[in-house]
Nanobody, 125 residues
Framework: QVQLVESGGGLVQAGGSLRLSCAASGRTFRNYPVGWFRQAPGKEREFVASISWSGSSTSYADSVKGRFTISRDNAKNTVYLQMNSLKPEDTAVYYC??????????????????WGQGTQVTVSS
């Protein structure tokens, strides 16, 4: 069993930065890929970024490429999402998720097995 807890969300002005953290319990965390997804009001949950178990492979949605960076520290059982140059359209609840599929570039929410409770990110214009 794995538990994921997101933190670091908040209110920021357009152009600002936030760093989200996803802390995991369980020793298996370091063996599996992790992804970040987001869901804005009235919209479907969408893929943001993913990282392989080792951190050597990352993948991003086109809408965040060049602005967001995903990373992980397996010694701390934590995955991060550094978000720069934030835009109002980045406003959403952000979720981290862990997959038992050992493969790079997992972009579908159906490929993930465990989810955190989410953290709100609000970007004002």
């Amino acid at each position: 069993q794995v538990q994921l807890v997101e933190s670091g969300g908040g209110l920021v002005q357009a152009g600002g930065s936030l760093r989200l953290s996803c802390a995991a319990s369980g020793r298996t965390f370091r063996n599996y890929p992790v992804g970040w997804f987001r869901q804005a009001p009235g919209k479907e949950r969408e893929f943001v970024a993913s990282i392989s178990w080792s951190g050597s492979s990352t993948s991003y949605a086109d809408s965040v490429k060049g602005r967001f960076t995903i990373s992980r520290d397996n010694a701390k059982n934590t995955v991060y999402l550094q978000m720069n140059s934030l835009k109002p359209e980045d406003t959403a609840v952000y979720y981290c998720a862990l997959s038992y599929i050992v493969a790079p570039s997992l972009k579908s929410e159906y490929e993930y097995d465990y989810w955190g409770q989410g953290t709100q990110v609000t970007v004002s214009s």
